[in-house]
């Protein structure tokens, strides 16, 4: 069974940091790519960043020159640096694997990012 754990979210000032960390299952994690997603209430989910197998790295155009996306595949876990954080950052945050030769798509329970102004 698949399983993604976040931890790290919280309240922060506009302008402080947060660090968001997954760790998901070995048994998928080397061939997925993985990705962290938001949702502000009464809004859409929406990428944030993702990034391949292979490191490729892709940003929302909202968070970019902000936010840094890095995984580790010893340990299995995929991190988001938040940096630079605004009130429009609050949304719940969710860890996403997605497994190209299955075509699986895993999420996590999510974790609350408040940004206070």
């Known amino acids: 069974q698949v399983q993604l754990v976040e931890s790290g979210g919280g309240l922060v000032q506009a302008g402080g940091s947060l660090r968001l960390s997954c760790a998901a299952s070995?048994?998928?994690?080397?061939?997925?790519?993985m990705g962290w997603y938001r949702q502000a209430p009464g809004k859409q989910r929406e990428l944030v960043a993702t990034m391949t197998s292979d490191r490729t790295a892709k940003y929302s155009d909202s968070v970019k020159g902000r936010f840094t996306i890095s995984r580790d595949n010893a340990k299995s876990t995929v991190d988001l640096q938040m940096n630079s954080l605004k009130p429009e950052d609050t949304a719940v945050y969710y860890c996403?694997?997605?497994?190209?030769?299955?075509?699986?798509?895993?999420w996590g329970q999510g974790t609350q990012v408040t940004v206070s102004s």
């Open positions: 070995r048994s998928i994690f080397s061939i997925s790519t």
């Open positions: 996403n694997a997605y497994v190209p030769i299955t075509a699986g798509n895993y």
